[in-house]
């Protein structure tokens, strides 16, 4: 069965500093994954995705995720965080013929002033 | 409007009362995804429609469920006899497919059904 694991609850980063949201993910085949962000009251908003390439992808917003295959990680990361970034993260993973999206639990990123 | 659009966005209901949520997604989109959100979990798939068909309901929790999109463009996610452990969030997304298999999909505010 396929699955996307996000370790932690809550990221706390202070602005200006570099986050990571960390996600791992175990699926059959190649993986095709999604990072999606939910803010309070609003639906979620595609960040990036990978599908093939560069393992290096780049975002919205100054985001960018990091694909790695031996470790089945795909963290997101940005060099300089906003308070404005405050928000709850999602990882998701596409998975069988419908192309349906694995989502992980989230990671509530908090970024204090 | 450009994004997808539910309604309505806050739903309370008597447990035993049927239920109906709308989505309309984005004009032209092929791809309709209904998920279900419980409190503090990720989204959870429940059904997927090509245009009118209904690909795959393999994520629905009972009979209970039931959605269709007759025209291949608003749907509608059915509840009958609604209980608790229906309250949840309800999101909706559609996606296009014309440029590649693995395109994002577009999330609507969600619907927020919950159970008395």
């Known amino acids: 069965a396929q699955s996307v694991a996000q370790p932690e609850d809550q990221v706390n980063v202070a602005e200006g500093n570099p986050l990571t949201v960390k996600c791992t993910y175990s699926?059959?085949?190649?993986?095709?994954l999604f990072w999606y962000v939910q803010y309070p009251n609003r639906g979620l908003q595609f960040l990036l995705k990978?599908?093939?390439?560069?393992?290096l992808v780049k975002g919205s917003y100054g985001f960018e995720a990091e694909f790695n295959k031996s470790q089945t990680s795909f963290h997101l990361k940005k060099p300089s965080a906003l308070v404005s970034d405050s928000a709850l993260y999602f990882c998701?993973?596409?998975?069988?013929?419908?192309?349906?999206?694995?989502f992980g639990t989230g990671t509530l990123l908090a970024v204090q002033p | 409007g450009a994004g997808v659009s539910q309604s309505p966005r806050y739903k309370v209901a008597k447990r035993g009362q049927d239920v109906a949520l709308r989505c309309d997604p984005i004009s032209g989109h092929v791809s309709l995804f209904w998920y279900q959100q419980a409190l503090g979990q990720g989204p959870e798939f429940l059904t997927y429609?090509?245009?009118?068909?209904?690909?795959?309901k393999s994520g629905l929790p009972s009979d209970r469920f039931f959605a269709e999109r007759p025209e291949g463009s608003v749907s509608t996610l059915k509840i009958q006899r609604t209980q608790q452990e229906d309250s949840a969030v309800y999101l909706c997304?559609?996606?296009?497919?014309?440029?590649?298999?693995?395109?994002?999909?577009?999330f609507g505010p969600g619907t927020r059904l919950t159970v008395l």
């Open positions: 990978y599908i093939t390439g560069d393992n």
């Open positions: 429609f090509q245009n009118e068909a209904q690909l795959d």
């Open positions: 998701a993973a596409a998975g069988g013929a419908t192309n349906k999206l694995i």
């Open positions: 699926v059959s085949g190649n993986p095709y």
């Open positions: 997304a559609s996606s296009s497919r014309t440029s590649g298999f693995y395109n994002e999909q577009f």
